[in-house]
T-cell receptor, first 112, second 109 residues
Framework: EAGVTQSPTHLIKTRGQQATLRCSPI?????VYWYQQALGLGLQFLLW???????NRGNFPPRFSGRQFPNYSSELNVNALELEDSALYLC???????????FGEGSRLTVL | GEDVEQSLFLSVREGDSSVINCTYT??????LYWYKQEPGAGLQLLTY?????DMKQDQRLTVLLNKKDKHLSLRIADTQTGDSAIYFC?????????FGQGTTLQVKP
């Protein structure tokens, strides 16, 4: 069975541009979580989607947004990129009734 | 507020046991997790424990939970060089995982 898949693996953008990152959950998982792992800042919670709705949001500006599609895959959009947005963006998925929460390999965003 | 604390570094000899400790603050946590991260990779789920359990064992891994003291530990028996990585504990509550800073485990041959 396929795990959590994220694309692209690497993305290079310049300041002011927009980035779109994608996440496909494990089959049967309806919850998608997004995290940012920036150097020296640890793992910071960004967004939680479940059943197509945004359920929780971390302490990030509105230029970080996303959505979840009917097939439970998800997109994270980062507008007006800043240098400090350079980070590994990790997606995790979960079946609502279960305990396991699995992460993908991440998308590394570099902003120049 | 919600907070998870871990020691930053642990060094052990190959074959010894490793114990990584973690404390958390949210008493409403439902699950507590241990993840492993190798350089340049995502997070690998090692094990998790439901908050009403005291212990969980899975092959070389033993998780102990002291809910009263909000203390979680991960014991790795017979530690191997391939266990060298960063280990994160995390608590799940109110719709998100809160992570500790990670403990770098160094295994010396």
């Amino acid at each position: 069975e396929a795990g959590v898949t994220q694309s692209p693996t690497h993305l290079i953008k310049t300041r002011g541009q927009q980035a779109t990152l994608r996440c496909s959950p494990i089959s049967g998982h309806t919850s998608v979580y997004w995290y940012q792992q920036a150097l020296g800042l640890g793992l910071q919670f960004l967004l939680w989607y479940d059943e197509g709705e945004e359920r929780n949001r971390g302490n990030f500006p509105p230029r970080f947004s996303g959505r979840q599609f009917p097939n439970y895959s998800s997109e994270l959009n980062v507008n007006a990129l800043e240098l400090e947005d350079s980070a590994l963006y990790l997606c995790a998925t979960k079946d609502r009734g279960a305990g396991e929460l699995f992460f993908g390999e991440g998308s590394r965003l570099t902003v120049l | 507020g919600e907070d998870v604390e871990q020691s930053l570094f642990l060094s052990v000899r190959e074959g010894d046991s490793s114990v990584i400790n973690c404390t958390y603050t949210d008493s409403s946590s439902t699950y507590l997790y241990w993840y492993k991260q190798e350089p340049g990779a995502g997070l690998q789920l090692l094990t998790y424990i439901f908050s009403n359990m005291d212990m969980k064992q899975d092959q070389r891994l033993t998780v102990l939970l002291n809910k009263k003291d909000k203390h979680l530990s991960l014991r790795i028996a017979d530690t191997q060089t391939g266990d060298s990585a960063i280990y994160f504990c995390a608590e799940y509550g109110t719709g998100k995982l809160i992570f500790g800073q990670g403990t770098t485990l160094q295994v010396k041959p």
